[in-house]
């Protein structure tokens, strides 16, 4: 079973803006929390690429592409990771993931299905 669910894609103009979020309503707090989280992408063609990530006390890191444009965020006792992307550009379309992270920063668990994000003029 995949323990994380995204939602929250959706068709936009450049320019616009979209908040996905990551759920994971089979884990119990215990084990949510202490997780390192990561959104990836993956672009049609291309390989998929860690996004954004954040650490159990909340410390980001970003992408240099969507560094001020895009700002992850969680709230442990909802069990939920988020995206906030602002400033949508067309090279930004793309499935969008979620998963943990490993120590080496590796994904730690089965793919979902993303949730599709696509920036259109």
């Known amino acids: 079973q995949v323990p994380l669910v995204e939602s929250g894609g959706g068709l936009v103009h450049p320019g616009g803006s979209l908040r996905l979020s990551c759920k994971a309503p089979r884990m119990i707090f215990s084990v949510f929390s202490p997780l390192f989280m990561g959104w990836y992408r993956q672009a049609p063609g291309k390989e998929r690429e860690l996004v954004a990530s954040?650490?159990?006390?909340?410390?980001?890191m970003n992408a240099d592409y969507v560094r001020g444009r895009f700002t992850i965020s969680r709230d442990n006792s909802r069990k939920t990771v988020w995206l906030q992307m602002t400033d949508l550009e067309p090279e930004d379309t793309a499935v969008y993931y979620c998963?943990?992270?490993?120590?080496?920063?590796?994904?730690?668990?089965?793919w979902g299905q993303g949730t599709q994000v696509t920036v259109f003029s």
């Open positions: 998963n943990a992270l490993t120590s080496d920063r590796q994904p730690n668990y089965n």
């Open positions: 954040i650490t159990p006390d909340h410390v980001t």
